[in-house]
């Protein structure tokens, strides 16, 4: 099912992804697209958060991956921006990431790893629609 959201904050783009992550199984695996700055970190701050995790998360460009624990599982944020093909992210391990059964996996720059994805991957993308805070949040679930 195909879902759009707008928000005008970060932090109304943080409480949408707590929201949603909320509702998410362990083994749930998020695509998140968008450009430089749209907010795809700013996203997976609030998933983290309701996954009930409260260290800060900030963007894991120069280590690829970060793990957190949380109570039901772990959630593992990637950010591929430095990876530069599938072979790439396979060298480096991506199924291990894509296919944890107890994994709240989300990715950022999700175009490196096109025709890696389990087909539950939920898609999300974030556009900036002004010049300003407004984003469009276009979530796209093949499971709901
Ligand atoms: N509605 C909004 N939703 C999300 N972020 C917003 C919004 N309005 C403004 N921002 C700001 O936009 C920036 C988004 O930065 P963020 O690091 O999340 O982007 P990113 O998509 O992860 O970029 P990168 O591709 O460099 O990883 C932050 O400075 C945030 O405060
Ligand atoms: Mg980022």
Redesign the pocket.
Known sequence: MKQTFQ????E??RELARRIASGTKPGAVFALD?E???????FASGFARGLGIVEPVS?P?FTIVQEYPCRRGVFFHL?L?RIDNPDAALAFGIDEFLYASDGFTLI?WPDRIEGLFPPHTVRVR?ERIDRG???LITLDNPEK
């Open positions: 928000t005008s904050s970060a109304e783009t968008g430089l700055g749209a907010g795809k970190t700013v963007s460009t950010d921006y950022e974030i805070d407004n984003r």
